[in-house]
């Protein structure tokens, strides 16, 4: 009884220890490094804004934070990292479109997008832009169009995954053209690119940044902006909607998010490293290098933002008849 009762006793002292320590690791938060997971392989839009942001985040938080990239999967098993990760903060995903529209996309996934992680800030919106490599005979959207129904899914067209958002802005872009072609998914925007130069594949809806370098060197022909406005960075190439699809609108965003349940202080903290990094001027100038501008937001407004997108993404994707496999 004496060996049993002494047990209790310490079991009790333990819960008791746990709960007075509780809101400690949120006031000391943080004391060792942070993990900025990215779904993505390097060198698209998602890594490189990761790595503009991480060392002025490491200078606001007092601690270093360590951009890794866990690529492939259609970004489910970075997402999933996080998902079951302590919340503690320690650990945090670059969140982007594909996670409002995997619940739609995918019938069974290994955590609740809406339930498993708690929205930490907005970060960017990222315009994105149509190219072709240049042995396609195609001068405009209405050319491609037309090449493309003249030969059913003979074209090949890239994506960072699939579920990725240039998969989804291009089945947007083949449901609104009435046309089909080939999805080759990669393990990020960077090595698609690099492919569309060779020509291993000839469709692209890559990021503004990804595309101006190879487009002003005749690698890579642009047709059409994704978005509601020209980009600065190539004036004269028409949005799709003035090219040849009215109404036609897409864009695609990225965030930050940390597990479900991580304390509202460490959330804070978060937050507001964020919002002070994005206002650095070397951290505005190096987003704007990238044809991008920083979009920062509350964790309410982004949860909603989140919540927004998923029933747009689910009208989009239910209308266009996407599947994630293909």
């Known amino acids: 009884m004496k060996i049993r009762f002494h047990g209790l006793i310490g079991a009790v002292l333990a819960i008791c220890l746990q709960l007075a320590a509780g809101p400690i690791p949120a006031q000391d938060f943080p004391n060792r490094p942070v993990r900025m997971i990215i779904p993505y392989g390097p060198g698209g839009i998602t890594d490189i804004t990761a790595r503009i942001i991480a060392p002025g985040m490491s200078e606001e938080l007092g601690q270093q934070v360590i951009v890794e990239n ?21 650990t945090i995903v670059a969140a982007t479109t594909a996670l409002a529209a995997q619940p739609i996309l995918f019938k069974k996934l290994p955590y609740q997008a809406d339930k498993d992680f708690s929205p930490v800030s907005l970060v960017i919106v990222m315009p994105t832009i149509l190219v072709i490599h240049p042995s396609i005979p195609a001068r405009n959207v209405k050319e491609l169009i037309a090449l493309a129904k003249s030969q059913p899914g003979a074209l090949t067209y890239g994506s960072a995954g699939n579920g990725s958002d240039n998969h989804l802005t291009a089945e947007v872009f083949k449901h609104a053209a009435r046309i089909d072609a080939l999805h080759v998914p990669y393990k990020g925007g960077g090595a698609v690119m690099i492919d569309l130069v060779a020509g291993h594949v000839e469709i692209f809806v890559a990021v503004i940044s990804t595309a101006v370098p190879q487009v002003k060197a005749g690698k890579a022909r642009a047709l059409a902006v994704t978005g509601s406005r020209r ?14 699809l009215k109404g036609y609108e897409a864009t695609n965003w990225y965030g930050y998010v940390a597990p479900a349940a991580t304390p509202r202080a460490i959330v804070e903290r978060l937050h507001k490293a964020t919002v002070a990094v994005l206002e650095m001027p070397d951290v505005k100038q190096g987003l704007l290098d990238q044809g991008i501008e920083a979009a920062p937001s509350s964790p309410e407004r982004f949860a909603a933002y989140i919540q927004s997108e998923t029933g747009k993404w689910t009208k989009v994707i239910r209308a266009a008849g996407i599947k994630a496999g293909e």
């Not at 690529?71 to 503690?88: E, H, M, Q, R, T």
């Open 231 to 244: 980009a600065a960075a190539l004036p004269d190439v028409p949005t799709v909607a003035e090219a040849a």
């Open 70 to 90: 866990r690529a492939g999967g259609a970004a489910i098993p970075g997402f999933d990292l996080v998902a079951k990760s302590k919340p503690d903060g320690y």
